[in-house]
C-alpha cells in the first residue's frame, strides 16, 4: 500500500499569534533549528470536520522529498548523534497517539505520544539518530485506523544537541569551545591545562612548577605542582631555632622552624642556676635553648628513652634540654611504606548476541526445486505453481530475512521503501544496510580512549575499531615528587605481565591514600580534619594546627601565655604556658 502524504494546512490566525508570542526560534536553549523551511511550519493531521484524510501507521508526516533533501545535506545528521525533536500540539483524539523517526528497529527513534485531548502542549523528545538522511522518514506510528480527532503540530523544533548545553562533569575538564555539537564529554569536553591555570604553585618557597608544567594537565597545586617540603636540617645547629618535627611545606625557618624562647627552658640545676628574664630590654623575647643562652643546661644526650623500639632521641638532643621522655625522644617512624599490589581486572567486551531470521514467505510454491542463488527465496503460491527455474520459481528476497553481517559496522534499514510503503528487497549489507561510522562519542571515557586518525572514515561502532588505548605507564601520580610511584596521597597501580592499567587520571592510573590511615606523632599540636575523605600520609595534609592563642592557661596555678602563642602550635601548659612574672 503506497503511504498517504498528509495535507499541510495554512498558519491559523490565533496559532500565529502564539508563536509569536514564544519567539521565532522555537527551538530550547538557544539551538539553531535544522527544520527545513520547504516544509509548512503547522501540520494539520486527520481534519475529518474539513475533508482531511485518515491515517494508517508508517505513513508519513512531512514530505519524504523535502526532509529527505535537507537531512542528507546536514552535517550533523549522523547515525548515533544525540538530536532534539520539539513541538507544540494539540489534539481532539480521544486516545495517545505516537509518532517517530522510522529505523530498523520496530520503535524507531525520537519517538513522541500525543496525549488525548491535550491543547498547546511543548512535547520534547532527544535521543540518537537511528538511520541516515537519505532513508529518513517521520510517521505516523499507532494506533491503526485513525479516521477521526485532528491533531495539530506547530513550533516544530528539530536539532542537533549543542555542547553549549553539557556541562562538563570534572573541575579537571573545560569546554571544547562554542557552537560544538554533541552531548557527551568526548565531545564537549576536554582536560584544563596547568599553563592556562591562574595563581598555581603560589607561594614559590612552598611550591614549584611540576617538570612537566607545559604538557601537564591540571587545574590546581594538587595537579599541576610539586610541593617543596622543609629541608631536614634546616633548623639542626640552631639553639634558636627547632623543626617543627613534622613533614611541613615551605623552604624558609619560618615555615618550617619554630623559634626556641628562653621562657620555655628550665635550667638544668634549678638550685646553681638563675633563670634570665624572658625578655630583652627592648620587650623583644630571649631566643635560646641552651643554659649558656637562657641560664645553664642539662641536655637530653644522655637520656634512656624507652622503651628502645619505639622511642629514640630526638635530633640535636645535645642542645635540648630535658630528663622525660616527652622532652627528650620521639616516636619512631618507618622510612617507607610498602602497599600491596593491586591486581583489579577490567571487564571483557560483551559478545554480540545473534537472533534468528525470520522467512518472508507464506508457502513455498515449485516445491521440488531449488532456487540456485541464497539470495533468492521460493514465490508465493507454489502449490499451484510449475516451473523449474529462478525465473519461474524464486524472487528476490526481502531485506527483513537479511542480517547485516556486523553490527558494529552497519544498521538496518527500514523493511519497507519510504516513497512506495512496498517491501524491500535485496540481500546483501549494501542493499538492505546504512554504514555506520566512527564516532568520537565511541571513545568514552577519553581519559582513557582516544579516537584514531581520521576515524570519520572508519567504518564502525566499537571502542576497539575506533579508539586507541590511552595507558597509565607515562602518567605519574600527584604528590609523587621523586617520581618513586609513591606520593603522600597517591601511589602508582602496578602493571602485571597480562594486564596493563588505562587511564590519565589520579583516579584511573593510582591508589588514593586516605588520612584515615595516618596517624600524627605529635597529637597535642595537631587536630585531625573533619572530613573523612581528605587523602594524604602527613600532618599539614590531614591535620589542622593547634595554635597557642586558642589554649587557656591555668591562671590560678600562675600561668600565662608564653610570648607569641600565635606562633606557637600546642595544647598544654608545658607547650603553650610560662610562669607569670
Not at 498517504?4 to 536553549?29: F, H, I, M, Q, W
Not at 516451473?387 to 534499514?413: I, N, R, Y
Not at 540481500?427 to 581519559?447: A, K, M, N, V
Request: with cysteine.
Amino acid at each position: 500500500m503506497m503511504k498517504l502524504c498528509l495535507l499541510l494546512s495554512a498558519l491559523a490566525a490565533d496559532a500565529a499569534k502564539v508563536r509569536t508570542a514564544r519567539g521565532e526560534n522555537p527551538c530550547p536553549n538557544g539551538l539553531t533549528n535544522r527544520f527545513p523551511d520547504s516544509l509548512p511550519k503547522e501540520i494539520v493531521m486527520v481534519d475529518d470536520e474539513n475533508g482531511g484524510t485518515a491515517m494508517n501507521p508508517m505513513d508519513s508526516v512531512f514530505d519524504l522529498e523535502k526532509l529527505r533533501a535537507a537531512l542528507s545535506e546536514d552535517s550533523e545528521w549522523k547515525i548515533g548523534m544525540p538530536w532534539l525533536l520539539k513541538a507544540t500540539f494539540s489534539s481532539d483524539s480521544k486516545v495517545d497517539r505516537t509518532f517517530g523517526f522510522a529505523s530498523g528497529g520496530s520503535e524507531g527513534f525520537l519517538t513522541v505520544t500525543v496525549p488525548a485531548g491535550v491543547q498547546e502542549q511543548d512535547i520534547t523528545v532527544t535521543g540518537p539518530v537511528g538511520i541516515s538522511g537519505a532513508d529518513a522518514e517521520f510517521q505516523y506510528k499507532r494506533p491503526a485506523g485513525w479516521t477521526s480527532g485532528k491533531i495539530v503540530m506547530s513550533n516544530i523544533c528539530l536539532a542537533p544537541r549543542s555542547c553549549d548545553n553539557f556541562e562538563c562533569p570534572q573541575p579537571g575538564m573545560k569546554k571544547k569551545g562554542d557552537g560544538l555539537f554533541g552531548f557527551s564529554t568526548a565531545r564537549c569536553c576536554e582536560m584544563r591545562m596547568c599553563t592556562e591555570a591562574e595563581g598555581v604553585c603560589l607561594p614559590e618557597t612552598m611550591y614549584t612548577k611540576a617538570a612537566n608544567f607545559s604538557e601537564k594537565k591540571g587545574y590546581d597545586n594538587s595537579t599541576c605542582c610539586s610541593p617543596k617540603y622543609c629541608p631536614t636540617d634546616l633548623c639542626t645547629n640552631d639553639t634558636k631555632w627547632v623543626s617543627k618535627g613534622d613533614v611541613v611545606l615551605g623552604s624558609t625557618k619560618a615555615e618550617c622552624c619554630e623559634r626556641l624562647e628562653c621562657a620555655t627552658y628550665t635550667c638544668s640545676n634549678q638550685v646553681l642556676m638563675t633563670k634570665s628574664s624572658n625578655y630583652l630590654e627592648d620587650g623583644t623575647p630571649r631566643f635560646g635553648s641552651t643554659d649558656e643562652e637562657c641560664c645553664a643546661g642539662k641536655y637530653c644526650k644522655g637520656f634512656d628513652c624507652q622503651p628502645s623500639k619505639d622511642y629514640g632521641l630526638k635530633p640535636d638532643a645535645a642542645n635540648i634540654m630535658g630528663d622525660s621522655r616527652d622532652e627528650c625522644c620521639d616516636v619512631k617512624k618507618c622510612d617507607t611504606f610498602e602497599c600491596p599490589n593491586n591486581t583489579k581486572w577490567e571487564p571483557n567486551p560483551a559478545a554480540v548476541v545473534g537472533s534468528t531470521i525470520e522467512q518472508c514467505c507464506s508457502k513455498i510454491m515449485c516445491s521440488s526445486y531449488t532456487c540456485s542463488k541464497e539470495s533468492l527465496q521460493k514465490k508465493p503460491g507454489q502449490g499451484k505453481m510449475q516451473g523449474s527455474t529462478d525465473e519461474e520459481c524464486c524472487e528476490t528476497k526481502f531485506c527483513s530475512a537479511w542480517q547485516c553481517s556486523d553490527d558494529t559496522k552497519w544498521v538496518h534499514l527500514s523493511n519497507q521503501h519510504g516513497a512506495t510503503n512496498l517491501d524491500r528487497r535485496g540481500y546483501s549489507d549494501e542493499e538492505c544496510c546504512d554504514q555506520r561510522f566512527c564516532l568520537s562519542e565511541t571513545c568514552d571515557p577519553s581519559t582513557q580512549w582516544k579516537a584514531k586518525e581520521d576515524f570519520q572514515k572508519i567504518q564502525g561502532s566499537t571502542k576497539e575499531q575506533c579508539c586507541d588505548k590511552i595507558y597509565c605507564n607515562d602518567f605519574v601520580c600527584d604528590t609523587d615528587v621523586n617520581n618513586t610511584g609513591v606520593g603522600t596521597q597517591w601511589y602508582k597501580r602496578v602493571d602485571t605481565n597480562i594486564y596493563k592499567w588505562q587511564g590519565s587520571t589520579n583516579e584511573e592510573c593510582c591508589m588514593p591514600i586516605f588520612c584515615s590511615q595516618y596517624t600524627t606523632s605529635h597529637p597535642t599540636r595537631w587536630s585531625r580534619k573533619k572530613d573523612p575523605s581528605v587523602k594524604g600520609s602527613t600532618d599539614v595534609e590531614c591535620y589542622d594546627p593547634l595554635l597557642c592563642s586558642d589554649y587557656c592557661c591555668d591562671k590560678q596555678a600562675g600561668l600565662e601565655h608564653r610570648p607569641n602563642p600565635e606562633s606557637h602550635q600546642g595544647s598544654t601548659d608545658e607547650e603553650c604556658c610560662v610562669k607569670a612574672q
